[in-house]
């Protein structure tokens, strides 16, 4: 089949999320099919995926065993609510992520999307507080450089300034803790030495606020869209031991650390740091049907359902919440997880990724590389005057050598779909060399 197809002459009619319009429209970038570790651009050429999409294809793409999920459950039941009905395949699905996910996270709220998983959860701190008489809780605490979504509470909790700066005071008393990027951690293979301490940040914030205010903490246990910001040596450690001697329930967003991205299920497990509540998308479905979803520990389960009103316990869901295409595709997607053994290959390839990316150092305006499981960020420096300007040269220029990238700045961030060869991880940085050696 020819995957070429006609570009459509007008590109202003789709106002486009988190990109730069006008430069897309001088200079677009066009996928019309993919297939496993590539997509196909509209004028024919093979792009390597670098990047899972945005973070998110972890099984790679059209995998049959989720596309015939699909194609089968949307003949057999397009739609069924979840509102006071329901259908096998969301309870089933439930159960198979609780046995996936930490001991002890034991019930999932569904959503479609990372940003409503996020405000999910953080609703469910807030009723879980309520619920047992302690409803002066309703501070919420991110953390600077954190992203949680684009919903109000998740803006409101991110800490990426940009994300923020546009809207104004935000819906609800929030504040933040400081990020974990040192200078001295620099060219770190995994999670860096120094910064455990900075968790002991959070113990500023409730000398301030007073712990009898906070709900809870939100954090990427790896920080992904600021650019790749892992958590130094035993610092998810010391955040977990601070919010339990002062009753603030942790949340980690999951979003992009669940589903094999560190090679462990979640990044719950692979820090080995249980939170309370844990935020899921984009991996759940492998980005096939939209889905998102907050997992809660049985604790606050069962004192917001036995404590939260009667009948309707907690008000709070979507039309889609459990949608059934995209449990078909998630139990499809989880299926292939484990019949490929795709996280254990992460795992054992991790090695070989942090190798190879680390001898990208000496390459010109290199001033950071941080690796963890299948994840990778080179830094560049800002070009002076213009920062920002070095990592939008980078997308187009990979894209044009058959590459997708993603940036933040001028960091580039890799995560490849989990089934990727060694082979194509060397044509990854192969690529990514020459593109930054054309940048000056
Ligand atoms: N939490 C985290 C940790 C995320 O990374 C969201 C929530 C929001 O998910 P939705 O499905 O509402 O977009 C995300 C999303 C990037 C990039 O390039 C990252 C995301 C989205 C788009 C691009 O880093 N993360």
Request: overall charge negative; hydrophobic content about 45%; some cysteine.
């Amino acid at each position: 089949m020819d995957a070429r197809v006609t570009r459509p002459n007008d590109l202003s009619g789709f106002w486009m999320p988190y990109t730069a319009n006008k430069a897309f429209r001088e200079r677009p970038r066009m996928c019309v099919s993919a297939k496993d570790m590539h997509y196909v651009a509209d004028d024919g050429r093979l792009i390597l995926d670098g990047t899972a999409a945005l973070w998110c294809v972890n099984a790679g793409h059209a995998r049959p065993r989720i596309v015939e999920a699909v194609q089968r459950q949307v003949a057999e039941l397009d739609f069924a609510p979840s509102f006071q009905f329901g259908h096998p395949k969301a309870f089933t699905l439930a159960s198979r992520i609780a046995q996936m996910m930490p001991a002890g996270l034991d019930h999932v709220f569904f959503a479609n999307s990372g940003s409503e998983a996020v405000d999910s959860a953080l609703k469910i701190a807030l009723a879980y507080h309520r619920a047992r008489g302690e409803g002066q809780r309703v501070r919420l605490i991110g953390r600077e450089r954190g992203y949680h979504g684009s919903g109000f509470g998740g803006t409101a909790v991110g800490g990426i300034v940009k994300n923020r700066a546009a809207f104004g005071a935000q819906v609800h008393p929030v504040d933040h803790i400081r990020h974990t990027h040192l200078p001295e951690n620099r060219f770190s293979r995994g999670c860096p030495a120094h910064g455990a301490e900075l968790a002991d940040d959070l113990e500023r914030l409730v000398a301030l606020h007073d712990a009898s205010t906070i709900a809870a903490v939100i954090v990427e246990p790896m920080a992904g869209s600021t650019g790749v910001l892992l958590p130094p040596q035993g610092y998810l450690e010391r955040l977990r031991s601070i919010c339990d001697r002062h009753g603030i329930l942790l949340i980690f967003d999951e979003v992009i650390t669940a589903f094999g991205r560190l090679g462990a299920p979640s990044g719950a497990e692979f820090f080995g740091v249980t939170p309370d509540i844990m935020t899921l998308a984009k991996g759940i479905t492998n980005a096939t049907v939209p889905m998102g979803a907050a997992v809660v520990s049985d604790e606050i389960y069962r004192t917001v359902t036995d404590n939260g009103g009667p009948l309707i316990e907690f008000f709070h869901g979507y039309t889609y919440s459990g949608h059934p295409l995209a449990c078909a595709a998630a139990l499809a997607t989880l299926e292939t997880y484990e019949e490929e053994g795709l996280f254990a290959r992460t795992a054992a390839l991790a090695p070989a990724w942090e190798e190879r990316i680390h001898r990208l150092r000496e390459r010109r305006n290199v001033v950071d590389i941080r690796n963890l499981g299948l994840v990778g960020a080179v830094e560049l420096a800002p070009r002076e005057g213009a920062p920002g300007a070095r990592g939008y040269e980078a997308i187009w220029r990979a894209f044009d050598k058959g590459l997708m990238v993603r940036v933040t700045g001028d960091i580039i961030a890799l995560s490849p779909p989990l089934i990727v060869s060694e082979e194509q991880v060397d044509e990854m940085f192969s690529t990514l060399e020459a593109v930054i050696d054309e940048i000056d």
